[in-house]
């Protein structure tokens, strides 16, 4: 059973703009902070935004005022918004689940920024 899917990934230009979707399982998304990740060759995974069960929201200062992470309690599921995309966006966006004991990770879905 695959824990996290997501979506919304894809090819924009410069300006432009993508929402990624996260949907969790039931149990994980009621017990977890939701995050999104995102890596590019030869960098380590960071964090982009994070959102807690109490919609206590973090981003990365890169994203600030361009970026929105928002959860849907009745849906199970976490949404980035990205506005005014640039090209140093460009990564693979990975969708993280932080339980006490526990994470799970997305497979994660590529946001290419490309004029």
Do not use: H
């Amino acid at each position: 059973q695959v824990q996290l899917v997501e979506s919304g990934g894809g090819l924009v230009q410069p300006g432009g703009s993508l929402r990624l979707s996260c949907a969790a399982s039931r149990n994980i998304f009621r017990a977890a902070a939701m995050g999104w990740y995102r890596q590019t060759p030869g960098k380590e995974r960071e964090l982009v935004a994070r959102i807690t069960k109490r919609d206590i929201t973090n981003y990365a200062d890169s994203v600030k005022g361009r970026f929105t992470i928002s959860r849907d309690n009745a849906n199970n599921t976490v949404y980035l918004q990205m506005n005014s995309l640039n090209t140093e966006d460009t990564a693979v966006y990975y969708c993280k689940a932080e339980l006490p004991f526990r994470t799970y990770w997305g497979q994660g879905t590529q946001v290419t920024v490309s004029s």
